[in-house]
T-cell receptor
Framework: EAGVAQSPRYKIIEKRQSVAFWCNPI?????LYWYQQILGQGPKLLIQ????????DSQLPKDRFSAERLKGVDSTLKIQPAKLEDSAVYLC????????????FGQGTRLTVV | AQTVTQSQPEMSVQEAETVTLSCTYD???????LFWYKQPPSRQMILVIR??????QNATENRFSVNFQKAAKSFSLKISDSQLGDTAMYFC????????FGTGTRLTIIP
């Protein structure tokens, strides 16, 4: 079974530039998460999708971050414009239907804003 | 709001010894799930063990076991016969609607 795919693995941009991350979840997984993990901290949920609908985006900085999940499969997370404090690893995870099912994570995208 | 607290930022133990990582959580839900995830330097989070809150029996997966104290909202992870490959960040997580993580414990196994 293929895992959660994320690209790119690494990205370096200057502040005020824009960037986009892509996630392809495990086939058939209805739930998709985007987390931000700052170095030395635990993952912080940015947005949760159920199919192509947003379940929770309460911690997404909506003035600069946006995410979409067209057709309930792939998802993109965009930052525009980026700030220095956005430097972090962005993790995508997916989970099948079922309250206690395991979330499977991608390898993440390490973003450095200079 | 759902919170998860890991009070041990770093721990180290000799190979083959037993180590226990602590986790407390707070939730207003009755039905929830608890997880321990491992994040090695490669960054990919891997599930170690899960516990359903309505089950009193503590979950066990080979060398990994939990001590789930529902009334105290405590969910510690015990690693027996620790191995060098256990060196990683360990995150405790709680799930009802949202999957919320703690701040992690960096575990180092010393040869």
């Amino acid at each position: 079974e293929a895992g959660v795919a994320q690209s790119p693995r690494y990205k370096i941009i200057e502040k005020r530039q824009s960037v986009a991350f892509w996630c392809n979840p495990i086939s058939g997984h209805a739930t998709l998460y985007w987390y931000q993990q700052i170095l030395g901290q635990g993952p912080k949920l940015l947005i949760q999708f159920q199919n192509n609908g947003v379940v929770d985006d309460s911690q997404l900085p909506k003035d600069r971050f946006s995410a979409e999940r067209l057709k309930g499969v792939d998802s993109t997370l965009k930052i525009q414009p980026a700030k220095l404090e956005d430097s972090a690893v962005y993790l995508c995870a997916s989970r099948s239907t079922g309250a206690g099912t395991e979330a499977f994570f991608g390898q993440g995208t390490r973003l450095t804003v200079v | 709001a759902q919170t998860v607290t890991q009070s041990q930022p770093e721990m180290s133990v000799q190979e083959a010894e037993t180590v226990t990582l602590s986790c407390t959580y707070d939730t207003s839900e009755n039905n929830y799930y608890l997880f321990w995830y491992k994040q090695p330097p490669s960054r990919q989070m891997i599930l170690v063990i899960r516990q359903e809150a309505y089950k009193q029996q503590n979950a066990t997966e080979n060398r990994f076991s939990v001590n789930f104290q529902k009334a105290a909202k405590s969910f510690s992870l015990k690693i027996s016969d620790s191995q060098l490959g256990d060196t990683a960040m360990y995150f405790c997580a709680s799930k009802n609607e949202k999957l919320t993580f703690g701040t992690g414990t960096r575990l180092t196994i010393i040869p």
